[in-house]
């Protein structure tokens, strides 16, 4: 008996963008800023109706946390201070398909995000970088010299360290996506976290790209938390921890070198005097030429294995990250599933005991 299922065609899908459904958070770490949080929260609100607004609140001691709150969001208590320690509690929180990390001073425009979740979810890319665009004759109140002339330096350092064509690392308005936040193993305390951000781009070999946004003036009863010179030698010195570790053969390389020259030009006299004499007059020379020899071997060999280590390192991030969007995409599969309305089949009804149902009378039992 030959039995006809009859399925309706599915209906044509609309061609949005995917971004219009993606899941979104914004983080917001926090450290007194009770003057400029409310309206932060409500202008990505605006934007993104949807999405989960997280604010850290980074050892406040005015009413940050409480206008937080009223405006909607959710408030993440961090005990210490530091922004890299903000961002680490916050990232622990987010599961999204995007996260989009920026400060609370109220500096930053939210009219932006749309396109930075466009460009996370519908161009594939892993870091969307923000450069600030002070408007001309608010500059100087916008962006202060110290900072402007600490950012050229700092980044066009790490551009030349890293290769990361960055032209405003130090931004802390960025959107990241899922298997860029998993796979980030936050070491920094405070402002060397963009930094870090950055490098670990380099690192993983992550699509990135930076567009514009207008940088406003901070309204009154704000005040900067970064300290020019303090917390521009720490940036400093951790991006030279970085190249070390992102690039870590060609680092030691550079430590090497000097030994290797230092040996040379001890083991040149000795060498000199025992090919002309046969003799060798000056062994304190000698001896130390080949230790400094040795250390620039010994350099270079750390080099070489801190470069595996390193490469089986991303690696072994790069499987994590991938195995948890495996699995996320299995539990999203399976929820559609779900939801999938059941589908009518027309089957002819015959006369006599099968109108009955029985599953005897269909031959399988």
């Known amino acids: 008996m030959a039995v006809v299922v009859s399925l309706a065609a599915p209906a044509a899908r609309p061609t949005v963008c995917r971004c219009a459904d993606g899941d979104v958070s914004v983080i917001i770490p926090c450290h007194n800023e009770q003057a400029t949080i409310a309206p932060v929260v409500a202008g990505f609100f605006k934007v993104l109706p949807r999405a989960r607004v997280i604010v850290a609140d980074n050892v406040c001691t005015d009413a940050t946390a409480e206008q937080a709150l009223a405006a909607g969001a959710e408030v993440v208590k961090v005990p210490i201070q530091g922004k890299g320690r903000a961002v680490r509690r916050l990232f622990e929180q987010c599961r999204s398909e995007v996260v989009i990390m920026v400060d609370g001073d109220?500096?930053?425009d939210p009219a932006v995000a749309a396109r930075l979740v466009h460009l996370v979810v519908c161009e594939g890319f892993d870091l969307v970088?923000?450069?600030r665009i002070a408007e001309g004759s608010n500059?100087?109140?916008t962006y202060r010299a110290g900072h402007r002339l600490g950012n050229r330096v700092l980044t066009g350092l790490q551009r030349r360290l890293t290769g990361v064509r960055l032209e405003d690392m130090l931004s802390g308005y960025k959107a990241m996506s899922r298997r860029f936040v998993t796979s980030l193993p936050i070491r920094s305390r405070h402002f060397q976290l963009e930094m870090e951000i950055a490098a670990h781009t380099a690192a993983m070999d992550f699509g990135y790209c930076e567009i514009p946004a207008t940088y406003g003036v901070r309204p009154q009863g704000s005040e900067s938390k970064l300290s020019t010179y303090r917390d521009g030698v720490s940036i400093l010195r951790m991006s030279l921890r970085l190249y070390r570790d992102v690039y870590p053969f060609s680092a030691f390389l550079f430590l090497s070198l000097p030994w290797f020259a230092a040996s040379?030009?001890?083991?040149v006299?000795?060498?000199?005097?025992y090919l002309t004499t046969g003799l060798v007059p000056s062994y304190p020379s000698l001896i130390a030429g080949v230790a400094?020899?040795?250390v620039a071997?010994?350099?270079?060999?750390?080099g070489w294995l801190l470069e595996r280590t390193r490469s089986f390192r991303r690696d072994a991030?790069?499987?994590?990250?991938?195995?948890?969007?495996?699995q996320l995409a299995i539990i999203g599969d399976f929820t559609r599933r779900q939801r999938i309305p059941v589908v009518d089949i027309a089957v002819p009804e015959p006369a006599g005991r099968l109108a009955a149902g029985r599953s005897s009378d269909l031959g399988f039992g």
């Open 106 to 108: 109220g500096t930053y």
């Open 129 to 131: 970088n923000v450069k």
């Open 139 to 141: 500059i100087t109140g």
């Open 264 to 267: 040379v030009a001890l083991v």
């Open 269 to 273: 006299r000795p060498v000199s005097d």
């Open 292 to 294: 400094a020899f040795v």
């Open 297 to 302: 071997m010994l350099l270079l060999t750390s």
């Open 317 to 326: 991030l790069i499987v994590a990250a991938n195995d948890l969007e495996r």
